[in-house]
């Protein structure tokens, strides 16, 4: 569907390793969000060995393959996109019907420059509810004064995106929040109170709640304070 002023093309850029599990239901999922919506699909692989690539490849022509890192795939799914806004999203996340609409929406103020939204777990146990509902409740109190996004949705306007060179390549993790947090001081980074995104729990069952909650605050709290997280990689978990 070609774009226009009404509906601006959507960028969705996807990293991806080891995905072949989940790549076929994120791409259906993406179809069905965004019919009658003009967008395009760029998955950016960084070496699978699984049938990720093959499998992406039915459903979009961008399919490339690239090294090791997520903030390089991010950059290089960018450079080879189209559309006006670009969102970036992990693969193993389902976005609701209707999501390019309030996107679009919340974009339509010029001085709105990027966006995230709610992140609940996709079939949550208890303690995950439990967890997510306050974490992003917390989010949107403090969005009022500092922004932060994780990557599983990061939405941002094409423009202002390469104004700030994109993501930095030289951080291993934490690299969405450090792209949110340069993005508030050119624009109005904006959290999206009414559209809920939806990830696996694949990292927080195998590593355990407590240890990733653990990771993250120890990451932000040194990025915070030196701008550099402690951790050296962010290690998949398949």
């Given at each position: 569907?070609?774009?226009?002023?009404e509906k601006p093309m959507i960028s969705i850029i996807v990293p991806t390793f080891q995905e072949g599990e989940y790549i076929t239901n994120t791409m259906l999922n993406l179809r069905k969000a965004a019919k009658n919506f003009p967008i395009?699909?760029?998955?950016?692989?960084?070496?699978?060995?699984?049938?990720?690539?093959?499998?992406?490849?039915?459903?979009?022509?961008?399919?490339?393959?690239?090294?090791?890192?997520?903030?390089?795939?991010?950059?290089?799914?960018?450079?080879?996109?189209?559309?006006?806004?670009?969102?970036?999203?992990?693969?193993?996340?389902?976005?609701?019907?209707?999501?390019?609409?309030?996107?679009?929406?919340?974009?339509?103020?010029?001085?709105?420059?990027?966006?995230?939204?709610?992140?609940?777990?996709?079939?949550?146990?208890?303690?995950?509810?439990?967890?997510?509902?306050?974490?992003?409740?917390?989010?949107?109190?403090?969005?009022?004064?500092?922004?932060?996004?994780?990557?599983?949705?990061?939405?941002?306007?094409?423009?202002?995106?390469?104004?700030?060179?994109?993501?930095?390549?030289?951080?291993?993790?934490?690299?969405?929040?450090?792209?949110?947090?340069?993005?508030?001081?050119?624009?109005?980074?904006?959290?999206?109170?009414?559209?809920?995104?939806?990830?696996?729990?694949?990292?927080?069952?195998?590593?355990?709640?407590?240890?990733?909650?653990?990771?993250?605050?120890?990451?932000?709290?040194?990025?915070?304070?030196?701008?550099?997280?402690?951790?050296?990689?962010?290690?998949?978990?398949?």
């Amino acid at each position: 569907m070609p774009k226009s002023p009404e509906k601006p093309m959507i960028s969705i850029i996807v990293p991806t390793f080891q995905e072949g599990e989940y790549i076929t239901n994120t791409m259906l999922n993406l179809r069905k969000a965004a019919k009658n919506f003009p967008i395009e699909i760029i998955v950016v692989d960084g070496g699978s060995v699984d049938d990720t690539v093959e499998k992406a490849k039915n459903f979009t022509n961008k399919v490339y393959r690239i090294g090791r890192g997520i903030a390089k795939a991010r950059n290089f799914g960018a450079k080879h996109s189209n559309g006006d806004i670009l969102l970036f999203m992990d693969a193993d996340v389902i976005l609701p019907n209707g999501f390019a609409e309030k996107l679009v929406e919340t974009f339509r103020n010029p001085e709105v420059v990027g966006a995230t939204c709610n992140i609940m777990p996709l079939k949550p146990n208890f303690s995950e509810k439990i967890f997510f509902s306050f974490y992003n409740g917390l989010l949107r109190f403090i969005s009022r004064f500092k922004p932060h996004s994780r990557g599983e949705f990061l939405a941002v306007r094409k423009s202002a995106f390469f104004a700030l060179n994109g993501f930095n390549e030289n951080l291993p993790c934490i690299e969405d929040h450090d792209l949110a947090i340069r993005l508030s001081k050119i624009g109005k980074f904006v959290y999206i109170k009414d559209l809920t995104v939806f990830e696996s729990m694949r990292r927080f069952r195998k590593l355990g709640l407590p240890r990733v909650i653990y990771t993250w605050f120890i990451d932000y709290l040194f990025y915070t304070i030196r701008k550099k997280p402690v951790s050296k990689e962010w290690k998949a978990v398949r």
